[in-house]
């Protein structure tokens, strides 16, 4: 039954344990690195097994096996407690998808409240991608700004992150967030709740609190999909606070604490 195929969830074991990136670097565009080499051991035993980017495994593939042992008993992003990476670039999709909605020269895809959750511009030929994928009580969980992504690493069930595709989940079966850049649109699917609303963007809906937009296409506009009052505007935690807190700030009042 063994071949050269790493099974998929020997794959995705070796990412959770390396917190999704290479296990010496960090960064998140990884191969999978047999410390007993392939050719001697015909098996994929993942406690011989450890997840590198393509530089550093052609550098540790050339020491001594005990160093690879090493980095697999404390990689990098479990350390730090993040990940970081850039979504490739390759290539910049005039069009943006989200959920079932097109976007066409319109950058500010969804705000929420006067803050931005997606962003899709392109400049110079280059697409830059910008998302807020907050918690529930609008702390972020993972965000982009212009391609440079960061995230916690203890909150995912899993992270694949490919040129040119990069998916999140929280748990099995479930897409937190979807960056498809493969195809003839830039194609994100996304699924959070922010205090107590949730957002769902798929093929089939474009969920929007307890409304929808469906099958829509914006071209130049100055605002795509907007969320909230807008005299009203989120203040997002910051980590300077002593105890970190979302605030509404309505023109003309205090802020009100949420
Ligand atoms: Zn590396």
Not at 47 to 54: D, I, K, R
Not at 58 to 72: D, E, M, N
Not at 145 to 154: G, L, P, R, S, Y
Not at 229 to 254: F, I, K, T
């Amino acid at each position: 039954m063994s071949g050269r195929f790493i099974p998929t969830s020997i794959r995705r074991q070796l990412r959770q344990e390396a917190g999704f990136g290479c296990a010496q670097c960090g960064n998140p565009l990884i191969e999978y690195h047999h410390i007993i080499p392939w050719s001697e051991s015909k098996v994929h035993r993942p406690e011989h097994m450890v997840a590198l980017c393509g530089t550093c495994h052609t550098s540790i593939g050339k020491l001594q096996r005990s160093v690879a042992y090493r980095l697999k008993a404390a990689p990098k992003n479990i350390k730090d407690g993040k990940i970081h990476g850039l979504l490739g670039t390759d290539k910049a999709q005039p069009s943006f998808v989200l959920g079932t909605n097109t976007f066409i020269r319109t950058p500010d895809v969804f705000r929420y409240f006067g803050r931005t959750i997606f962003k899709y511009d392109v400049r110079e030929g280059q697409h830059l991608i910008s998302a807020y994928l907050p918690r529930d009580d609008f702390w972020p969980e993972l965000r982009i700004v212009e391609n440079d992504m960061t995230m916690d690493t203890a909150k995912f069930w899993d992270v694949e992150f490919r040129t040119n595709y990069f998916r999140v989940q929280r748990k099995t079966r479930e897409t937190f967030l979807e960056i498809d850049l493969r195809g003839e649109h830039a194609k994100v699917a996304a699924d959070f709740s922010i205090r107590g609303q949730r957002f769902i963007f798929d093929d089939e809906q474009s969920s929007i609190g307890s409304s929808s937009i469906q099958n829509s296409t914006m071209i130049d506009c100055g605002a795509g999909i907007s969320f909230g009052d807008r005299g009203e505007r989120l203040m997002l935690p910051n980590y300077a606070q002593h105890h970190s807190r979302v605030g509404l700030l309505r023109e003309g009042r205090s802020i009100q604490w949420i």
